[in-house]
């Protein structure tokens, strides 16, 4: 399998460890110990860090595990009052929102790596947490079912004593069980579609601007997970009978849905649950973590598994994330070291930040990369919040009208 770029996939367990394996030749890079994570609860904090939630065993105390990527050990804890599963954080790096079983989300600086604020989202615990593509809006599922949708800027920007309903964009009731998974398109926020999917056994797709409910798609499953191609044409689900299911986001008619047609089983099945999908390799590979432990990586034209990701390391796999880009390298004498038992590929792998030991002009040029890419991000994301400002703006200028016209006829009797 080639890749136009580096990935890595990094697996968490509520055994522990938290595994990285290479996207490219399967072999397992390294371990990264001290963590017992829950599903939802690992996240990448841009190309430097790894954030995963942890919750002991023996105390039940919670906390954010992170770590740099050239160590195997946590280098800071971040305790938290309360058990905190889902993790994410904003694609600048600035912040980190943890979600915890009181419906409470917890804002973080991770510069400071302190509390901002937490916030009440939801009446029952918080059970996975997205950040729009742009980076501008904080959606959060609940186990009560509910979504709700925040713009960040406000939400980090708010006093600590301010009700969080003043700044709430939409929250809805979108699903009769817990929301297990949500993601997001990328073509501008006006016309971004979010996939939501729950133990209901469904997925819906909503308007991310208005909060409006688009389709709903019925699994013969609870589904786990949902993963969104780059070109947003096709779907993927995770279901608890371990087989991923493939599906498009636009139907033509409404007879292919009468036939269930809207969705393809692929015939490949873990043997446990499917927890996580994530799509790779530019949209031609997707990457399937199951609750038996396997990690396998499919091509998406077939619908056939390609490889396996290691080995089943006897342990349960509670999320996955895949690490993407020039900003990871891995090669031999940088980083951690892997040991005879832990290197699969029978190599000397390690896994360490790129530029850390490279001459100047490599780590210059790749710098330069992530500034040009940087800048184009940044205006697209200007483009797309000035958008949702007007949008905002213009609903807030109808409820003043309606406040003052219902001000001006009390006022009249």
Partial sequence: MSSSSHEIV????????????DASSGALLARFTGTQSPRQGLTLVGNTLIAASHISSTTASSSIHLYNWWSSTVFHHIP?????????????????????????????????????????????PVSCLKISDDGSL???GGDDGTIVVIPIFQLVGASTDENACNFILHRFVAH?????????????????????CSLDCTCKFWNLLHGTHLRTVE???????VALDPTESEFYA????????????????KQLVSRGCEVVKWTQKHDGAVMSLVMMNEGRNLVSAAEDGSVWVWEVTTGQVIMALGSKMGRSISDMVVATGTGISYGKGHGVRMDAESNESG???SLGLSGRELSL???????????????????????????????????????ILKEAKKGSSNGGE
Avoid at 176 to 196: H, K, M, Q, R
Wanted: proline share 5%; charged share 20%.
């Fill in 10 to 21: 990094l697996t968490s367990s509520p055994d522990g460890p938290i595994i990285a394996y």
């Fill in 80 to 124: 938290l009052l309360e058990p905190a599963a889902p993790l994410i954080a904003t694609p600048d790096s600035l912040y980190l929102f943890a979600g915890g079983i009181s419906g409470n989300i917890h804002a973080l600086s991770l510069p400071s790596r302190n509390v901002l604020k937490e916030f009440h989202a939801h009446n029952s």
């Fill in 138 to 140: 904080l959606i959060s």
């Fill in 176 to 196: 009769a069980d817990s929301v297990t998974d949500i993601t997001s398109g990328n073509i501008g926020l006006c016309n971004s579609t979010i996939i939501s």
């Fill in 219 to 225: 699994f013969p499953c609870t589904v786990f997970g």
């Fill in 238 to 253: 995770a279901g608890l009978d371990g087989f991923v299911y493939k599906g498009t986001m636009k139907v033509e008619s």
């Fill in 347 to 349: 190599g000397n792998w």
């Fill in 361 to 399: 002009q490599v780590k210059q040029t790749r710098e330069m990369e992530d500034i040009l890419s940087v800048v184009a991000k940044d205006r697209r994301r200007a483009i797309d919040m000035l958008e949702s400002a007007i949008e905002m703006y213009e609903r807030l200028l109808e409820l």
